[in-house]
């Protein structure tokens, strides 16, 4: 499978983008959909990533901490889950990761990012 990277300047983002993909339009928050509308791995910034369920849960700042150990040795090795909806990226997973990722002041952030309708966006919100 084709693995295409192209590098944007560093106020964009750094793109890795696995599969066929098409850029799909830009308005502050860039994004790209695969032609088979599967999920693509992204590097997006922190700041453009929505988080509507963080002050109602609390992280472990012990795995944090760990995390951020980790991340700083050896690297984010697992992506975490983004929804796209229109243009805007939310994450309600990968919470701990999010954090350990803004502790080290890190700019962005790899991410699966997939496609979703309002009605998903309602349902992740449920
Ligand atoms: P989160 O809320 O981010 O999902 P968890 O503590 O529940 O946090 O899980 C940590 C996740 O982070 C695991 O799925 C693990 O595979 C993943 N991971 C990614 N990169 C690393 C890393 N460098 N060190 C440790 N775990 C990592």
């Known amino acids: 499978m084709a ?19 098409t850029m799909a339009s830009t308005n502050g928050a860039p994004f790209y959909k695969t032609k088979s509308g599967g999920p693509v791995i992204l590097e997006i910034p922190l700041d453009k990533i929505r988080r509507p369920l963080t002050r109602t849960r609390a992280n472990d700042p012990v795995k944090v901490k760990e995390l951020m150990e980790s991340i700083r040795e050896i690297g984010l090795q697992e992506p975490i889950d983004v929804l796209e909806v229109d243009g805007v ?28 309708t309002k009605e998903t966006l309602r349902h992740h919100m449920r």
């Not at 693995?3 to 983008?17: D, Y």
């Not at 990968?94 to 962005?108: I, M, N, S, V, Y």
């Open 3 to 21: 693995n295409l990277s192209l590098h944007l300047p560093p106020n964009v983002m750094k793109l890795s983008l696995r599969g066929r993909a």
């Open 89 to 116: 990226y939310y994450g309600f997973s990968g919470c701990h990761r999010f954090e350990a990722h803004q502790h080290l002041e890190l700019p962005t952030i790899r991410c699966k990012v997939r496609r979703g």
